[in-house]
Nanobody, 116 residues
């Protein structure tokens, strides 16, 4: 069974940075487009960034473009999200999963809180 484990969240001040990581087991990320999603209580889960299998293309939601960078390490079955210039509206639980395919079981996510 596929298991996704996200880490790296925490409390950051506005303008600060955080680095998120997601590691998968029970599958191989290599052939999939992988993405980072976020969810705020009471709202739908939102795809904020995704990256093609060979890392040749990265796509970002307008709300994070220029501030977030997604990357992946296929050898380690890991996807990263480097977040700069954090804003209070980035506060959410962040998850990784594949994109354009039925999602694997969701991990527990990692909480990101941006507050002064």
């Amino acid at each position: 069974q596929v298991q996704l484990v996200e880490s790296g969240g925490g409390l950051a001040h506005p303008g600060g940075s955080l680095n998120l990581s997601c590691t998968g087991s029970g599958t191989i990320f290599t052939i999939y487009v992988m993405g980072w999603y976020r969810q705020v209580p009471g709202k739908q889960r939102e795809l904020v960034a995704h990256i093609t299998s060979g890392s040749s293309t990265t796509i970002y939601a307008e709300s994070v473009k220029g501030r977030f960078t997604i990357s992946r390490d296929n050898a380690r079955n890991t996807v990263h999200l480097h977040m700069n210039g954090l804003k209070p509206e980035d506060t959410a639980v962040y998850y990784c999963n594949r994109v354009f395919s039925s999602p694997w079981p969701w991990g527990q996510g990692t909480q990101v809180t941006v507050s002064s």
